[in-house]
């Protein structure tokens, strides 16, 4: 039975794997594409059923050519099987008359004439892209969705372009398409003058924060974000904007691998952008825990679809955590459990910020 998939990410995936240069695609490789077109995905069993249910999609739609199920490329785990390796499909672009190397490119474009194929969706979009080079429809900067729309029609389809061969080294970038790089707009709040920050990754943490430190005769931090999950990596370049200075970055969300990923996807955002380095909001992550104790939940709270047990990325994770809240993180998330950041009320975040 196939799990229903966000179909966005679904096509993403299939033009990581279309991108790949051999027709065979390892396991390795297919994970990694997965990884990076579903960071959202669950973990354990569930996750390989997501993996195997998007490859069983791309078959049925003749992108791929799953191995037998009577052979050995299969691998068995957490009772869900899944492939070592798929073969590509490709259209028969050679059979076609290949107009497209003759064709007078933009000077920009002279490279396409060296591609060793071109599929026909491919070189509508490459033949746009050179009649707006050629009329200066570019030269007015616009966002990549605008951009997108009048490329492609299709305000997404863009961005998933962007993860192939199209827009490798000394071929096509946003630059070219006078795209406009826009930082997702994160929400924050002025609590005063002081040049820190602290982020909440989550809506309600953020809004009993913020009424906590308006409240408080001196705050600890001058500014509170609202990191929004996920989108703190995107977002977090939206802080050069702000009309003010940032000495600190303090953070703190929920106490799961997810939660982690996140931020540590986000410190190496802010490393790129020049800001200063994401670390965690004092006491906060101690206070979590403690709370736990108090709910008489000391591993957390059970979390579907998490990996028990350790997995490779784990000592990565951990250390960005305070020192003496490791141990404690590494039994919960090894645990397949979670501590949500909601675990932060107003009596929690006043016992360290009245402090």
């Known amino acids: 039975m196939l799990t229903e998939l966000d179909p966005v990410r679904l096509e993403d995936f299939q033009a990581r794997i279309l991108a790949h240069p051999r027709a ?202 609202f990191g929004g999950g996920a989108a703190l990596e995107d977002a977090i370049r939206y802080l050069p904007t702000l009309d003010r200075p940032i000495s600190e970055i303090h953070y703190v969300g929920d106490l799961d691998r997810a939660g982690l990923r996140i931020v540590m996807a986000a410190r190496k955002v802010a490393l790129r952008e020049g800001l200063p380095d994401i670390l965690p909001a004092r006491g906060l992550h101690a206070t979590m825990l403690a709370a736990c104790d108090r709910f008489a939940q000391p591993l957390g709270w059970p979390h579907d679809g998490a990996a028990a047990g350790p997995l490779p990325q784990d000592g990565e994770l951990l250390e960005w955590l305070p020192a003496d809240t490791r141990m404690r993180v590494r039994e919960i998330i090894q645990a397949g459990r979670r501590v949500p950041e909601e675990i932060l009320g107003t009596d929690e975040l006043t016992s360290v910020w009245a402090a």
Request: some cysteine; glycine content about 6%; proline content about 7%.
């Open 24 to 225: 065979r695609i390892d396991g390795r490789s297919l994970w990694a594409c997965f990884a990076a077109a579903f960071p959202g995905r669950p973990q354990g069993s569930d996750e390989r059923r997501w993996f195997l249910s998007a490859l069983e999609q791309l078959a049925a739609a003749g992108a791929i050519r799953l191995p037998s199920k009577r052979g050995k490329l299969w691998e068995h785990a957490l009772g869900v099987s899944t492939p070592l390796a798929v073969e590509l499909v490709r259209g028969p672009v050679r059979s076609r008359s290949q107009a497209w190397r003759a064709f007078p490119w933009h000077p920009k474009l002279a490279w396409i004439a060296e591609l060793v194929c071109v599929t026909p969706e491919q070189e509508r979009f490459l033949l746009d892209i050179h009649k707006g080079l050629v009329n200066g429809s570019f030269a007015r900067r616009a966002p990549l969705k605008y951009r997108s729309l009048q490329l492609t029609g299709d305000e997404k389809r863009l961005s998933r372009l962007l993860h192939t061969p199209l827009f490798s080294s000394n071929r096509l970038d946003l630059d070219l398409l006078g795209c406009v790089d826009e930082p997702l707009p994160m929400a924050w709040h002025a609590i005063s003058s002081q040049a820190t920050m602290v982020i909440m990754e989550n809506a309600g943490a953020f809004s009993v924060a913020r009424r906590l430190l308006e409240a408080l005769a001196d705050p600890p931090y001058g500014m509170i974000g």
